[in-house]
């Protein structure tokens, strides 16, 4: 069975559907022919997200994600962590005319 959990370390709202988005996680994995193990999807600022950014990619820049792949192999259960600025989705949307859900 597969685990996937949302947190959100700042304040956000920005996730209405996450029964939705799960399923079609789990699905998505599923036609690549994977299952998801452990999945975490980390909801942060801009400026939580740069540190991570710096402190292991050493880059000194914002980004709207920055994923980890966990697995073991390309053939064990999906295991990792996605980490999602959403400073960046809000003005990546703004810039772009997209609700801040469809840019999610």
Known sequence: MSAIQF????PANVLRHRNSLKLYLSKTAKKLGR???SLNIIFCT?????SINQSYLQHDYYTDIITFDLSS???SPIQG??????DRVKD??????????KEF
Do not use: K, R, V
Not at 7 to 10: D, K, L, S, V
Not at 81 to 86: A, K, V
């Open 73 to 75: 192999s390309p053939q």
């Open 81 to 86: 962590e996605l980490y999602i600025s959403t």
């Open 35 to 37: 299952q998801i193990g």
């Open 7 to 10: 947190f959100f370390p700042a």
């Open 92 to 101: 990546n949307a703004h810039q772009l005319g997209l609700s801040h859900y």
């Open 46 to 50: 801009d400026d939580y997200l740069l």
